[in-house]
């Protein structure tokens, strides 16, 4: 009697034995090709067994791709995402009427034959001599087993796809030596359960995991008998035997499968005539892939982390890599997103701006000290219907974002206060300020030439009554323009780009900052995102973190669990803690008594700048407390909406200011996020008031900033450059459009001078 393994079947010599044996009628049963001449079946054979020697010997099992599931920051689900929704389970975990019925249906002989079922292949090839034609093939489940390793590891990949499913002698040869190896390193229940994995059972679902909850909302333990034989009959043709598509077609392939497990012992006849009278008892749930399922509005941050992953080397040297984990998955990803900071963001979101409104809203809240994205939303929602978009506005375009961000406006001038204060000039500083003036020509750059105002360019302030002199604390808390040039004219423009780079403060579209006097009022287009992430620079006391949206990942590789690198928060200086506490003093001012009164928390420490472009196309405001930062933009995606005469959220606005709308959601969205969190204190410093000498202007808080807009001549907000002479005051950019400016929902702005295009 023939020695046989743990696992069923012959011995690794014996089967290599009966495959030369069989090599020829082998060879005519491929995936269902026959070969019926005799002179094609020699020169099979003899190919086969040249084949077969030169076959590599070890076939390493793929790994299997799975769900992803993104969690928050507390371990609550956000979305799970697949390139195919399977998990894997073991066979202790799989009803035994399952196992019973794919092994009757697909392979009755299962446990009886090795890798190949001679018996099976010579039925195979007689059957199809009667009937001319191609009629019955001859694969085992572990032969099956084998081509679905293939197909795995093809991935999406059509090309590949189509070479491992090919109907080609050398594939089946391939197939046979590989399905010995697996007899031998597995056994017959492995095989089953690895076969039971990786099965594709249609609508979306593979493996049986998928398939049971796919169709009857339940996992494959709880399987009953006509279900698990419905399931079981999928499997040969999952488009042909669908039940959501074809009842009666698959009624009559489950009855099929129920005779034939009467047939070979696995149950009665008398159980099997009463499973065929039952109903298919379906209870179909959708998929629910990927991150346009995901909750509380956080698909736009459920984007970004698959961009972080797919994108940052610490996942794979090369994006092939880096796409290859991501499509197997079964990944758990903890992420920074915190639910109550995330449910405040989408609310306030929701409670100010509407989804059918003409502009939109973004908004980002950043840990100071950590870098952490705890919440990131927006006004229009995730998908591809109207009204809605796939663009995420807090970020930047290689991340998913508009093409260059959006003109900030005056929540640039602190940047530009704290590289002052870092080149040794006081809080108190004062300078001219007239209501307007020339740009200062010429103005030192980083490199060796200086910028010169060849156009005669001016700038002015939001209203006539706005002259200095001032000193920086009033200056900041009214916005005023034309200080904040001339501090530039002082200091040279490279102080203020070493400090944007500290800061990390690029443009939408990931270059560096132009070195123009523009850039003090806010004139390139930046991110929520980048933002947030600065001015929670000022909140630590002038430690700049990066961004990071994972906090950790493990993987699942067979039976066991790994963890995977993640990117870390890298923080270093960006400036001394004298620089940035005073500049959370100043900027607390904003807050007390300037533009930026209607955001101001009441309960805690809170500093902040508000900011309105050109033609108030754009409005922001960006703040923080110690312990949290946050940056909320409002207008349109394609930069063509002004916000004058405007409904947002179904309030009217005659002009709209970056301490109106964004202040306010900015506000709702802070308190719920702080909500029972600590309330810890800034290390604010003196700065005394200057003299009084006269009243220099209206200090009304919302007349001025970027709020700042020239409402006498149409010109400028937020230092918006005009051309004098000629009688006119025409504006005019010195920093030309981008090609291809405007591209559509996903697009920012970039223009000069806070003057959008």
């Known amino acids: 009697m023939p020695k046989k393994r743990s696992g069923g079947g012959l011995s690794p010599f014996q089967q290599a034995a009966k495959f030369l044996g069989v090599s020829v009628l082998a060879g005519a049963v491929m995936a269902g090709i026959a070969l019926p001449a005799a002179g094609a079946l020699g020169l099979a054979a003899k190919g086969s067994v040249q084949s077969f020697d030169e076959i590599p010997d070890s076939l390493k099992s793929p790994q299997l791709s799975q769900r992803t599931t993104i969690l928050d920051s507390e371990g609550g689900q956000i979305a799970t995402v697949y390139s195919r929704d399977r998990t894997v389970v073991d066979l202790k975990d799989i009803s035994p009427y399952m196992q019973k019925a794919i092994v009757a249906i697909e392979d009755s002989r299962f446990y009886e034959h090795g890798a190949i079922d001679l018996k099976g292949v010579l039925r195979a090839l007689n059957q199809n001599a009667q009937s001319g034609g191609v009629s019955q093939g001859a694969s085992t489940l572990t032969q099956q087993l084998v081509k679905n390793y293939f197909v795995e590891e093809a991935g999406d990949d059509p090309t590949k796809v189509a070479q491992a499913t090919q109907q080609t002698l050398g594939r089946k040869i391939r197939e046979l030596k590989y399905a010995i190896q697996l007899e031998e390193k597995l056994g017959k229940k492995k095989i089953l359960e690895n076969y039971l994995n990786i099965t594709f059972f249609g609508e979306q679902a593979y493996g049986i995991e998928a398939a049971a909850q796919r169709y009857f909302s339940k996992p494959a333990k709880k399987l009953n008998l006509q279900e698990s ?3 079981a009959g999928i499997v040969q043709s999952p488009s042909r035997y669908d039940p959501v598509n074809d009842e009666a077609e698959a009624t009559k392939r489950r009855n099929t499968v129920l005779q034939r497990m009467a047939e070979t012992n696995d149950i009665s006849q008398a159980e099997a005539n009463k499973a065929m009278k039952a109903p298919l008892g379906l209870k179909v749930s959708k998929p629910n892939n990927g991150c346009i399922t995901a909750v509380e509005g956080a698909a736009f941050f459920c984007k970004y982390v698959e961009k972080v992953f797919l994108s940052d080397p610490v996942f794979g040297e090369t994006k092939e890599e880096r796409a290859k984990i991501w499509n197997q998955g079964g990944l758990t990803i903890r992420t920074t997103l915190d639910p109550q900071a995330q449910e405040s963001v989408q609310a306030s979101l929701k409670d100010h701006v509407n989804q059918t409104d003409k502009v939109t809203a973004a908004a980002t809240l950043v840990e100071p000290g950590t ?8 006004a229009t929602p ?5 009204n809605e978009t796939e663009y995420n506005y807090s970020v930047n375009y290689a991340m998913g974002g508009s093409n260059f961000g959006f003109p900030t406006g005056s929540t640039f001038k602190p940047f530009v206060a704290a590289a002052a204060l870092e080149e040794g000039r006081p809080a108190t500083q004062e300078y001219a300020s007239p209501y307007e003036m020339d740009y200062p020509s010429p103005v030192q750059r980083c490199s060796t030439e200086p910028y010169v105002n060849t156009r005669g360019e001016t700038v002015e302030n939001e209203a006539e009554s706005e002259v200095g002199p001032y000193q920086m604390k009033e200056a900041m808390a009214k916005s005023v323009n034309t200080y904040f040039v001339q501090m530039i004219s002082d200091i040279g423009l490279c102080p203020v780009v070493n400090m944007t780079d500290k800061l990390h403060v690029t443009q939408g579209n990931g270059e560096k900052l132009p070195e123009s006097p523009s850039i003090a009022l806010g004139a390139v287009g930046l991110s929520p995102l980048t933002m947030a992430t600065a001015y929670a620079s000022f909140a630590a006391r002038g430690m700049y973190c990066t961004p990071v949206a994972i906090d950790s990942i493990t993987q699942k590789v067979g039976d066991k669990q790994k963890s995977l690198d993640v990117p870390k928060s890298t923080c270093s200086r960006a400036m001394s ?19 930026g009164q209607a955001a101001g928390l009441t309960d805690r420490a809170n500093a902040g700048k508000t900011g309105t472009t050109d033609s108030r196309k754009n409005a922001w405001f960006v703040g923080y407390t110690p312990n949290l930062a946050g940056a909320v933009w409002v207008g349109s995606a394609t930069q063509k909406v002004e916000m004058e005469n405007i409904t947002i959220g179904g309030v009217w606005h005659d002009k709209v200011y970056g301490g109106q709308v964004p202040g306010p959601i900015w506000k709702d969205a802070m308190t719920g996020a702080l ?5 810890p204190s800034f290390n604010l410093v003196n700065i005394p008031d200057p003299p009084k000498e006269k009243d220099k202007g209206n200090d009304d808080g919302d007349n001025g900033d970027d709020d700042n807009g020239n409402g006498n001549n149409g010109g400028l907000i937020d230092g918006g450059l005009t051309t004098t002479g000629g009688g006119g005051t025409t504006p005019t950019p010195t920093i030309s459009l981008p090609e291809g400016f405007i591209q559509g929902q996903g697009d920012g702005g970039n223009g000069n001078g806070g003057r959008d295009g």
Request: charged letters at 20%; proline letters at 0%; aromatic letters at 4%.
């Open 229 to 231: 034989a419905l399931l």
């Open 371 to 378: 870098g952490k994205i705890v919440g990131m939303g927006q």
């Open 382 to 386: 995730y998908g591809y219907g109207k």
């Open 577 to 595: 803690e004298k620089t940035a506490d005073t500049v959370n003093t100043l900027l607390s001012g904003v807050i007390d008594s300037g533009t």
């Open 675 to 679: 909500d029972g969190k600590d309330s």
